[in-house]
């Protein structure tokens, strides 16, 4: 993916596995796991396993590969383990809040590792501390940690516990809990956060995406459904659903941009729905032009399906710096200016005196795509006409994705015909959300659209009160 400003931003991937087999390595396998969930998160990585007797974790800022391998690899050992890969948000960038979190309690101990945001996490928070806990981080999921716990510790056991604190909290979260030697799965009621179920040997592994149990060479077997705790134990596996079956509400940036493309999720093929929405955008918003490109990575199988569609024949226009990590990039203006210029490189033989459908996955703020379009122009492109694979970003999300205040969202307070003077294209088309849903054979059923349309899936905090609610 092309992560800058312009970009919405996920939070984490989880990661877990128990298998019983001398022959499986669990460890090894949870660091290839993160590894093929690192586009999920790139601030911070950690890895924890029940060891037979305590749980031990290792964790880094940075990427996967910033962990110490042979550290990890030949030190840490148990037929239990969770991974975590967390992507940076404004003021959290610290090794505290890197994840797994372990807490040790009277009952045992549990290591948590989570991906979503809670909507209710202050109020949880200070009664937890009114009645004399302690924080050792600013991230709700050492929120949930607690409460799972304190519902442990009256002898209820921890498959209540965790059914005890879904009651209490709201929002978005997929966990990978270790309690002991139990690996635990945990989807909440919308299902607004992925998560899934592989076989590997005689163990089970649980996942973000579908594309980690593929890479540790995993059976996919399913997702977890809203609301669904997954337990593997000694016993195999056993599945609590703690309420009926409500609307699932999947947050759609998982199609549009977070996911894999080799991904599977809630049945639907990432990268076909991504190659679909690109036809339906060529079929709402044509245009005449001499080729299609897309912005490396995220908008490529979208503008496949666009050339599909259109029958102008798709090319590469502009050339990723694939060697450049994504922690280069600072929060330094300067910085920032250049960004572009040093990830991406227009093809000239391919864009000069061309006539160009540019493709990308979305517009935040406009910036990043108004240097792109630059770019594109100062190698000579005659035109460039933008085509946009998500609909008008409106609204921030609380539910787990790095959104701007709406203040600063490009859609929230200009027409497409302003976006198009400020991002200096020649046209500009965005798909429409009954597109979107369509691409994904859903008929508007069962998505999270809250960033296009301010109808959200459960009640959310006022924006001014947006900064209470720290990302994942």
Not at 144 to 159: D, T
Not at 180 to 188: P, S, T
Not at 449 to 458: L, Q, R
């Amino acid at each position: 993916m092309f992560d800058e400003e312009d970009k919405l931003k996920d939070e984490c991937g989880v990661f877990g596995i128990r298998c019983e087999s001398k022959d499986i390595n669990c460890v090894k396998l949870t660091y290839l796991g993160l590894y093929a969930l690192q586009h999920r998160g790139q601030e911070s990585a950690g890895i924890a396993v029940f060891n037979g007797k305590d749980i031990e974790c290792d964790k880094t800022m940075g990427l996967v590969s910033d962990l110490n391998y042979n550290n990890v690899i030949d030190n840490m050992n148990g037929n239990t383990c969770i991974g975590h890969v967390r992507y940076s948000t404004t003021g959290s960038s610290n090794i505290v809040n890197a994840q797994p979190l372990v807490i040790k309690y009277k009952m045992g101990n549990i290591a948590i590792a989570h991906n979503g945001n809670l909507v209710n996490a202050d109020v949880l928070r200070d009664l937890l501390e009114d009645g004399g806990a302690v924080f050792q981080t600013t991230v709700d999921s050492e929120v949930m940690a607690n409460l799972i716990a304190r519902y442990a510790k009256k002898g209820i056991g921890i498959e209540s516990a965790i059914q005890e604190t879904m009651q209490a909290i709201k929002g978005a979260y997929a966990l990978t809990i270790m309690a002991d030697d139990k690996l635990i799965g945990v989807r909440d009621p919308q299902g607004i956060r992925p998560l899934c179920i592989g076989k590997i040997g005689d163990g089970y592994i649980l996942s973000s995406e579908s594309c980690a149990i593929d890479t540790v060479g995993g059976e996919f077997l399913r997702d977890v459904t809203p609301g669904e705790i997954v337990i593997i134990d000694d016993h195999g596996l056993k599945s609590i659903k703690i309420q009926e079956e409500i609307k699932s509400s999947l947050c759609i940036f998982e199609y549009i941009y977070f996911a894999r493309p080799d991904s599977t999720i809630d049945g639907i093929s990432v990268y076909e729905a991504r190659k679909a929405a690109g036809m339906r955008l060529a079929m709402e918003h044509p245009v005449d032009a001499d080729i299609v490109i897309a912005v490396p990575d995220s908008g490529t199988v979208a503008a496949i399906g666009y050339a599909e569609q259109s029958k102008i024949p798709f090319g590469e226009g502009l050339i990723k710096n694939r060697y450049v990590g994504r922690t280069f990039i600072k929060p330094d203006q300067e910085l920032r200016e250049l960004a572009v210029q040093i990830k991406l490189n227009p093809l000239r033989k391919n864009v000069e005196g061309k006539r160009i459908i540019m493709v990308d996955d979305s517009i935040v703020r406009g910036t990043t795509c108004k240097k792109i379009v630059g770019l594109l122009k100062s190698a000579g492109a005659k035109e460039v006409h933008v085509r946009v694979c998500s609909p008008l970003v409106k609204y921030p999300c609380y539910f787990g994705i790095d959104t701007p205040e709406r203040k600063q969202l490009i859609g929230a307070n200009s027409t497409v015909d302003e976006i198009r003077e400020l991002i200096e294209a020649d046209s500009l088309g965005y798909i429409s959300i009954e597109g979107l849903l369509e691409s994904t054979s859903s008929a508007g059923q069962g998505f999270c659209t809250g960033c296009f349309s301010g109808i959200y899936p459960m009640a959310v905090p006022r924006e001014g009160n947006k900064h209470l609610f720290e990302k994942r």
